[in-house]
């Protein structure tokens, strides 16, 4: 069912497994029938982990949505919470424990949290007079969840506004202890590299963590030979830029949640001639994707340009293939022919699916405003006109485009520029409070507080010194058979990217005078093994190194870390973990300033 | 090799019994055994002396002494007894030992003789005080049973759970009963009592007459009556001398022997071995020991000296002021081996052995047999080997070591504080560090803190050298054990080592030291512990001292600022004015402002946040602040004057909104107000102009002024809205730099093809090329490439 998390360097199905066993084991101690109450925004990752069909084998009859007043009857023995440890949760578990009880026969109330049983919560919970009520309270540690045979996620929305906005290390707790899950599984992790505040903390809590585990020592290989450890806001620019990835595209236009995308429906439309377009599906086409769809898996991570021949390339292989059948004469070569019919319709059905999404696509990215935003984005990355108005980003804010499109323009500006002169920045912060209204005020500030939008300190712009020095910005770029990471933003190669490939080959060292520009401190730290886990690498086996993202990672990135991965005299393999995937879109959007 | 079989005794056909020295006894009693009251524990366990005042004269004023010994007679307490007359002693399964006095309280004593706690059996034993006392062990714990002088029964079927059972009356009871037992059955325990020539078995709910079958008639009293280690099988003795043996149940009789003595024994125990057919019991006079089964010849021992028995599982012990020795039946594999022309494979190895010294190596040619179980067996006598040693004391069979378990084991040398020895069998069985050594070191440390003699310094230090970071060691668990002992100070030292910060805080919140609670739940970066100190501090702490704790620790604050913005907003606003947070304060108000219904509310609440910015030296956030209070100020009285809504509009939506109303000086004189730059300004207009589709307006506002915004603009939106006609009359005026873009829009390809060849552009050549379709556009298409193909010569 998850075969395609297998296929990587790294098992994650290990670790799938091992979260999934857990939650059955938690469904086995609520004996009898169940109903679940979900806290919303933890069925899309627990639907990556079980499917209804595994609940259902252990009795789960019901699934409701937390909300507040009573439950929904339901003739079940049982009713478990899943809940992320939030006091507001409590209050809505509280009003529904306490309207129940009112009516109809007893019921057992079990709590869930997810990841982590919170002492605040049940103290709450206990001034509420509706502890007593559950029977088991206990934690799920769900804290990295596969996405797919590379990728890690938490899928912790907030995780960066609290980290950098609100001082709240939360996640950051969470994500060491998801990485001592990982390590439970996979081994202890001999090297830890890292870079930023967040990184150092995170780093911290796991030295520690590790100290308080010294008796239940496990004894097993270490798969992950290195960890390196990066702060979103080493890096603040490359989330701000456009991703021109295949997969990168489709989150920026689309946005995919959870490995699923919704998209308009028009296109997916069944093609039936003399049909007159009548039954037009209305309902958004929603897609998942992942790895396990072969094509998917070739063409996700390719620059937008190179996609389109892919795909034909594709089209004419899989119409050869059905060609077949006219020169399939003997029994033999029919029965041949059948027997991979499954396959070659499989592989037809997605390819209509993505010639259409890349149409879709297509006609965004050859739409004039597109190119307009794309050329800003490229002179600023390249270091172009970054220190004055730019009218481009003016006109769009006269026209209304959208305000996270003009703060993702700005942010990228001022991140260019090492910040904005104060008059410059003055200006479009009057700009947009004048167009987009003065409760953005509110907003600006907490991209000030993240770094993201800041007057120039000294008047001195240091980003040009990074730009060279980490080769940030590529001209000759090949987006068909890319040499180097920076096709995935065509032209620009992502900063975050660049210092794990530096990492790796030849070392830090060399960029020691970058590395004390950006902000945080860099560290490396040891975990010693026993000496019968140390690895004697064969020759020619490469390394695996971790690489987590505090404060999210965009699908471009994860495209740069896996080309690098493929390289053949690479040395490297990569594994990605990150608190939250993200683009701009989404990035911006999570620390703007939510009404009350 | 005879020796082996010298002191084997058949009973019967099939079994032998043997009785072996364990040791001579170290201790040098004063008196004879009869004098004491005596309890020995079993599985080798300790034995507890009292001299019995209370039995010869009723004289208070003696205090007699109480002691405790090894197996071996080690002396390892001894301490005067300065309570009420007891009436019996017993072990716990735990080895603490009971002492039942007469007033119904028992007394709880550890093995060292520190007194532990005390509890009584109830108001009605104390009324009538106890006759007699019985201390049993069963799977649930070990029990009490009283008989008090009223001839009621009071049980507690495990101590460390106390719940007292007044059991049934037994109708027509008038004297003591002249024996009784405790059985236990289906998981209940029951009271089996003799009352001359009948039997009643007492249980919670009622008392029944029972009849033992088979049993010879004649019997007019039962004088002593014994139940197994089991609780499996019955002995009755009568007073015609007859040794009834059967099932506790008394469904089955196993067989009787008349022994043909009338004297009541001092004692009878059962004595078989697990897993044996054969059932034996072991009958003690004044100076006989008889041991009888199903066979009819007894085996007879002369006792040299008081004796006293002790059941264990596979046999019984013997003990007197000399010795302490082993009664069992020999088991099946020695005796396959000695006995008389056995021709078992060990005894034709031993046979070997005696013949060839080679035979002793035998083993290392067998290689099929896996050698563990041979291993195992070594290593397990190696440790019955070393703790039967008379310095430790603990005789253990095998089979009562494999029914103990190790881990019981261990935990018993560490209640007899042989620290070292414990470790040496964990380290010697490689048992996980967590299940042996870290337990017994943990053990020790708890003991250590108890020794007030040594400073807290030292105790620590003591402590962590032993310790250090051995795996599974709870350091908390040993400093809740110092603070239980009063020594906070040592507490605190002791949990510095702690690296579970989870175990840490709750233990500093219990010793009243919330903020180093505080700066250890920090340190571990769970936030979720930082949450509930600091929830505690709140409560403990007056606000103020509170908020001066918070300051001290940033991440605290933070973390309290995150709850107080959810759950209590005055506070965090608090927090901000104790921390001169004029930037904070200010977003606080311009938040609160929002959350004002009426018009005046807000304005206030942003003119509070418009001085807390000035105050933050934030000039551009307070001049904005104001500017929203003027807007706001403003689309009251537009609000007012024109009938329509306006507030929450942005200050462009407000102009757009009235322009497309036509109050187009309004909208001028708003546009001057808030100084909104020229170029929007004509973005607005355009936009909003062409949305009304008033093209006269939009010509008109266009030759206003030369445009700052180009008329490329003017294009686009004209034909947005499909106006083609007014999209040519800006075309012309578009700058040549965008020329050809417009003239392309407007669909003039010819004359875009003349611009773009004028300005010899090769980027807009290809442009309008891209747009040449059909067969209207051929010439224009050639023009392009000949202008190409001149421009390529030059």
């Known amino acids: 069912m998850a075969a395609h998390l297998s296929y990587g360097r790294v098992n994650l199905n290990v670790l799938r497994e091992a979260v999934r066993r857990e939650l059955r084991e938690f469904l086995d101690k609520c004996a009898g029938s169940k109903a679940i109450v979900w806290d919303e925004y933890l069925t899309g990752p627990f639907g990556l982990i079980a499917q209804y069909s595994l609940l259902k084998e252990h009795e789960v009859e019901k699934m409701f949505t937390l909300k507040g007043s009573r439950l929904p009857a339901a003739d079940v023995k049982n009713i478990i919470f899943f809940v992320r440890p939030r006091l507001e949760l ?18 057992d109330f079990h709590i869930l949290f997810v990841p982590r049983r919170s002492l605040l919560c049940e103290q709450r919970l206990k001034d509420l007079g509706v502890l007593g009520s559950f029977i088991h309270r206990e934690e799920y540690g769900l804290d990295l969840i596969p996405f797919d045979g590379d990728l890690l996620s938490m899928e912790s929305e907030g995780a960066f506004r609290e980290c950098y906005l609100e001082s709240d290390q939360t996640s950051l707790y969470h994500a060491a202890k998801g990485l001592m899950t990982l390590q439970a599984l996979y081994g202890t992790i001999p090297q830890i590299f890292g870079k930023g505040e967040c990184a150092r903390q995170v780093a911290n809590m796991m030295i520690r963590m590790k100290r308080e585990f010294t008796g239940s020592q496990n004894a097993i290989f270490p798969v992950f030979d290195n960890l390196l450890l990066l702060d979103r806001n080493v890096d603040l620019l490359t989330p701000l830029a456009t991703q021109l990835t295949y997969e990168g595209l489709i989150d920026e236009i689309y946005g995919i949640q959870n490995s699923y995308v919704k998209l308009p429906p028009e296109k997916f439309a069944p093609k039936k001639q003399g049909d007159g377009g009548k039954d037009l599906p209305t309902e958004a086409k929603k897609l998942q994707l992942n790895s396990a769809e072969e094509l998917y898996a070739e063409i996700r991570d390719k620059n937008f340009n190179a996609v389109g021949s892919v795909l034909s390339k594709k089209a004419k292989v899989i119409s050869a293939a059905f060609e077949e059948r006219h020169h399939a004469k003997t029994v033999g070569e ?89 008059k410059v920045l003055d200006h479009y912060k009057r700009e947009v409070l004048q167009t987009y209204g003065y409760e953005h005020l509110l907003t600006l500030h907490s991209l000030e507080k993240a770094g993201l939008l800041k007057p120039q300190a000294g008047g001195r712009n240091s980003y040009p010194t990074i730009r060279k020095t980490l080769r940030l910005w590529m001209d000759d770029v090949n987006e068909q058979s890319p040499t180097d990471i920076s096709y995935v933003y065509s032209g620009y190669a992502p900063l975050s990217v660049r210092l794990a490939q530096l990492l790796s080959r030849p070392g830090w060292r060399s960029i020691e005078e970058v590395l004390r520009i950006l902000p945080g401190p860099h560290f490396e730290e040891r975990q010693p093994l026993p ?41 490297t393999e990569y594994v990605i973990a990150t608190t939250k995937l993200v683009n701009g879109a989404t990035w911006i959007e999570s620390l703007m300033e939510r009404p009350l | 090799m005879d020796c082996y079989t010298a002191n084997w005794n058949p009973l019967g056909e099939s079994a032998f019994y043997r009785k072996y020295e364990l040791y001579s006894m170290d201790w040098d009693l004063k008196e004879e055994l009869r004098d004491y009251l005596v309890a020995a524990a079993p599985y080798g366990g300790p034995i507890a002396l009292l001299r019995n005042p209370w039995q010869k004269e009723k004289a208070a004023s003696i205090r007699p002494v109480l002691e405790i010994y090894s197996a071996s007679g080690m002396p390892l307490a001894s301490l005067l007894w300065k309570s009420g007359p007891v009436v019996s002693l017993g072990w716990s399964a735990e080895e603490e030992l009971l002492c039942v006095q007469e007033d119904g309280v028992v007394l709880v004593y550890g093995l060292h003789g520190d007194f532990r706690r005390h509890f009584s ?68 325990a029951q009271i089996l009592l003799a009352v001359g020539p009948d039997l009643y078995l007492l249980d919670h709910a009622a008392c029944s007459a029972v009849t033992p079958p088979g049993l010879a008639p004649g019997v007019s009293s039962f004088l002593q009556m014994a139940v197994s280690f089991t609780y499996r099988h019955l002995a009755l003795f ?68 008081d004796s006293y028995l002790v059941p264990e599982l596979d046999g019984v012990r013997i003990f007197s002021r000399s010795t302490h020795e082993f009664l069992h039946e020999v088991p099946v594999a020695s005796e396959e081996i000695f006995k008389i022309a056995s021709m078992a494979p060990g005894a034709l190895l031993l046979e070997a052995q005696k013949e060839y010294e080679a035979a002793s190596f035998g083993k290392c040619f067998l290689d099929r047999f896996p050698p563990d179980s041979f291993v195992r067996m070594c290593q397990d006598l190696r440790v019955l080997n070393a703790i039967r040693d008379y310095h430790i004391g603990i005789p253990l069979t095998y089979s009562q070591y494999k029914q103990l378990t190790i881990q019981v084991l261990l935990d018993r040398l560490v209640l007899r504080r042989l620290y070292p020895l414990a470790i040496q069998i964990c380290e010697y069985l490689r048992l996980p560090e967590v ?43 040993i400093a809740a054990r110092a603070y239980g002992c009063g020594r906070t100070e040592l507490a605190i030292k002791l949990l510095e080592y702690e690296p579970r910060s989870g175990e840490q805080v709750p233990l500093l919140l219990k010793m009243k030291r919330s903020k180093l609670a505080l700066s250890k739940a920090i340190e571990s970066g769970d936030t979720d512990l930082v949450f509930t100190v600091l929830l505690h501090l709140k409560n403990e702490l007056n606000r103020g001292d509170f908020f001066m704790t918070l300051r001290n620790q940033p991440m605290a604050l933070s973390l309290y600022r995150q709850f107080c913005k959810h759950q209590e907003l005055e506070t965090l606003k608090d927090l901000y004015n104790q921390d001169d947070n004029h930037q904070e304060l200010g977003s606080f108000h311009i938040r609160a402002s929002y959350a004002e219904e009426r018009i005046e509310g807000r304005v206030a609440a942003l003119q509070t946040a418009a001085d807390a910015f000035y105050k933050a030296k934030n000039e551009f956030a307070a001049k904005a602040t104001e500017d929203q209070m003027r807007l706001l100020r403003l689309q009251r009285r537009l609000e007012e004057e024109l009938g329509r809504q306006f507030l929450d509009l942005s200050l462009h939506d407000t102009v757009t909104t009235l322009i497309l109303d036509g109050h187009n000086k309004r909208a001028e004189q708003l546009a001057r107000d808030f100084r909104i730059p020229d170029k929007r300004l004509w973005w607005l207009k355009l936009t909003a102009l062409a949305d009304l589709e008033d093209w006269e307006e939009l010509e008109k506002f266009s030759k206003s002024k030369k445009s700052p915004i180009g008329y490329l603009p003017f294009v686009e939106i004209c034909m947005k809205q499909h106006n083609k006609y007014e999209a040519k009359k800006y075309a012309s ?36 090329l891209s747009h040449c379709t059909g067969a209207t556009d051929g010439a224009t298409a050639d023009k392009i490439q000949r202008a190409r193909a001149q421009a390529q010569k030059k």
């Open chain 2, 435 to 477: 299940q042996g050594v870290s337990r017994i070191l943990a053990h020790w440390a708890c003991y250590k803190v108890q020794q007030k003699d040594v400073s807290d310094e030292d105790v620590a230090r003591a402590i962590n050298q032993k310790l250090g970071d051995t795996p599974g060691v709870s350091y908390s668990d």
């Open chain 2, 733 to 768: 005026r578009v700058g040549p730099e965008q020329k050809v873009k417009a003239l392309l829009l407007v669909g003039d390809v010819a004359q875009a093809a003349d611009v773009a060849i004028e300005r010899r552009n090769e980027a807009e050549l290809s442009l309008v």
């Open chain 1, 334 to 422: 029919i029965k041949q022919f059948v027997s991979q019919l499954p396959h070659m319709q499989a592989a037809r059905g997605s390819l209509a699916n993505h010639t259409s999404i890349a149409e879709l696509i297509k006609d965004v990215t050859t739409s004039e405003d597109f190119f307009d935003k794309l050329t800003v984005e490229q002179e600023f990355m390249s270091g172009i006109d970054t220190d004055k108005v730019n009218s481009y980003i003016e006109d769009c804010i006269a026209q209304k485009h959208p305000l996270i499109k003009v703060l993702r323009l700005i942010c990228l500006q001022s991140v260019c520029n090492s910040g904005l002169k104060q």
């Open chain 2, 238 to 305: 009568t007073d015609t001398g007859c040794i009834w043996m059967g099932t506790a149940s008394l469904k089955e009789k196993l067989c009787e022997f008349n022994c043909n003595i009338r004297a009541p024994p001092k004692q009878m125990v059962w004595c078989s071995r697990p897993r044996s057919k054969e059932r034996a019991v072991v009958v003690a006079w004044e100076r006989r020991l008889m041991v009888v089964g199903d066979a009819p010849e007894s085996i007879q021992f002369v006792l040299d000296e």
């Open chain 1, 531 to 571: 000496t019968g886990l140390q690895k004697k690498r064969q020759p020619g086996e490469n390394r695996v190194t971790l690489v987590f993202f505090l404060g999210g990672v965009t699908f471009a990135e994860i495209a740069a870390l896996r080309f690098l991965s493929q390289l053949e005299d690479g040395g």
């Open chain 2, 121 to 188: 059996m109830g108001n009605e034993v104390l009324q009538n005080r106890v006759l007699d006392a019985r201390i049993f062990h069963t799977e649930f714990g070990s029990g009490v049973a009283i008989l008090t002088g009223a001839h009621r029964f009071t049980l507690s079927a495990n101590v460390g759970d106390l719940k007292l059972r007044r059991m049934p009356e037994v109708p027509g009871l008038q004297s003591a009963p002249s024996c009784w037992t405790i059985l236990c059955q289906d998981r209940v």
């Open chain 1, 90 to 107: 409590m209050d809505i578990i509280a009003e529904n424990v306490l309207s129940e009880d009112r009516r109809g026969p007893a019921r």
